[in-house]
T-cell receptor
């Protein structure tokens, strides 16, 4: 099963880039890597996803290694409002039902300080 | 367009009582999920549904039942609540485009079982 490994916590200075790593060494060949974040106790919010190529949107950039075994989420200019738990997600095959379903780990708690 | 809504937002139960949590989405999504989140933990999947009238077990299904009688609603039931079910419950819905699947989460239901 493809699962992810992330550091438990990180911190970053406001205005600097935050680089959040994720290891997904057993990811299936065609499965995407997704990133979500959870601010305080709200519901998780989608950030970005990718398959092989690097991706960028208005929120962040996603760098995926060529072997697809790891990726890095980049918040280019972190603000205090980016303090949150960040989850790197891949889908795994459900033991019941057989469908591929998103699987969450514990994520990385990012603290952005002034 | 309300997205994903959850009812109620907060509830206190006594051990042995029953209740139903309602998740509703107005995005015509096929897939719906129920997760629980305990302090310091990631989201753990309880049950999920790949379409109207179908449900399947997730990682932690014991003590819960679900129903998906209408496409837009996914109900989570606790027949006999236990203190171990004190948690925050999140519902999500998603659409799939090939192997891409973006989830949209509700604001959560906070349940306290005494």
């Amino acid at each position: 099963d493809a699962k992810t490994t992330q550091p438990t916590s990180m911190d970053c200075a406001e205005g600097r880039a935050a680089n959040l790593p994720c290891n997904h060494s057993t990811i299936s060949g065609n499965e995407y890597v997704y990133w979500y974040r959870q601010i305080h106790s709200q519901g998780p919010q989608y950030i970005i996803h990718g398959l092989k190529n690097n991706e960028t949107n208005e929120m962040a950039s996603l760098i995926i290694t060529e072997d697809r075994k790891s990726s890095t989420l980049i918040l280019p200019h972190a603000t205090l409002r980016d303090t949150a738990v960040y989850y790197c997600i891949v889908r795994v095959k459900s033991p019941s039902g057989g469908s591929y379903i998103p699987t969450f780990g514990r994520g990385t708690s990012l603290i952005v300080h002034p | 367009n309300a997205g994903v809504t959850q009812t109620p937002k907060f509830r206190v139960l006594k051990t042995g009582q029953s209740m139903t949590l309602l998740c509703a989405q107005d995005m015509n999504h096929e897939y719906m999920y129920w997760y629980r989140q305990d302090p310091g933990m990631g989201l753990r999947l309880i049950h999920y549904s790949v379409g109207e009238g179908t449900t399947a077990k997730g990682e932690v299904p014991d003590g819960y039942n679900v129903s998906r009688l209408k496409k837009q609603n996914f109900l989570l039931g606790l027949e006999s609540a236990a203190p171990s079910q004190t948690s925050v419950y999140f519902c999500a819905s998603s659409y799939r485009a090939g192997l891409q699947e973006t989830q949209y989460f509700g604001p959560g239901t906070r349940l306290l079982v005494l």
